[in-house]
């Protein structure tokens, strides 16, 4: 069974850091790695999708890389502005499952 | 290109009624998955359409069904509704599945009094 942990559940950080969000699953047989933001009350947006052939994806300020063997990706969020607030998810594609299990998320709050 | 559409996007019913949710995909998309959202347990998925067949199933109870129109449209019912069951159901659509990109609707955020 997929299991997906997102680490750290919140963070708050000023505006213009580097940001790290990680994301683990435990079965490895995955088809690709999708990352969405969700606005509060919202539907998801998808960010980024990486292929399981594929080490990394950008997207402007957004880059995502998977090491699928280790059951691990991480979104890495460049010069953070408060527009960027908002609950990041990650969602691997199980080959077993032939679905997306979604994280719990990471809530980021960007300030001023 | 217009989006996901998902109506009606609040809903307040009582225990034991019964319940409609309507999901239009994006145009040529022909996969429609539903989710379940909840503070406590996250996105949860329920199942998915694809060419008006039942594709794949999530772990919920039979009180859950779901079809899909011949123009992809698909409508999710919930019948004898529990307190539990209040949450935000958001649609999702695709080209052809989970191995694509997807596109979610804003949801239909359900209240069960």
């Known amino acids: 069974k997929q299991e997906v942990t997102q680490i750290p559940a919140a963070l708050s950080v000023p505006e213009g850091e580097n940001l790290v969000l990680n994301c683990s699953f435990t079965?490895?047989?995955?088809?690709?790695l999708q990352w969405f933001r969700q606005d509060p009350g919202k539907g998801l947006t998808s960010l980024l999708l990486?292929?399981?052939?594929?080490r990394e994806q950008t997207s402007g300020r957004l880059n995502a890389s998977l090491d699928k063997s280790s059951g691990r990706s991480t979104l890495y969020i460049a010069a953070s502005q408060p527009g960027d607030s908002a609950t990041y998810l990650c969602?691997?594609?199980?080959?077993?499952?032939?679905?997306?299990?979604f994280g719990t998320g990471t809530r980021l709050q960007v300030f001023p | 290109k217009a989006g996901v559409t998902q109506t009606p996007r609040y809903l307040i019913k009582t225990r034991g009624q019964q319940v409609t949710l309507s999901c239009s995909p994006i145009?040529?998309?022909?996969?429609v998955s539903w989710y379940q959202q909840t503070p406590g347990q996250g996105l949860q998925f329920l199942f998915e359409?694809?060419?008006?067949?039942?594709?794949n199933k999530g772990n919920f109870p039979g009180r859950f069904s779901g079809r899909q129109f011949s123009n992809s449209r698909s409508e999710m019912n919930v019948s004898t509704l529990e307190l539990g069951d209040s949450a935000l159901y958001l649609c999702?659509?695709?080209?052809?599945?989970?191995?694509?990109?997807?596109?979610f609707g804003s949801g239909t955020q359900l209240s069960v009094l």
């Open positions: 990486i292929q399981s052939s594929q």
């Open positions: 969602a691997p594609g199980s080959y077993n499952t032939d679905k997306l299990i």
């Open positions: 999702a659509s695709s080209l052809s599945g989970a191995s694509e990109k997807l596109f």
């Open positions: 079965d490895s047989a995955i088809y690709n």
């Open positions: 359409y694809f060419s008006e067949t039942q594709r």
């Open positions: 145009s040529g998309h022909r996969s």
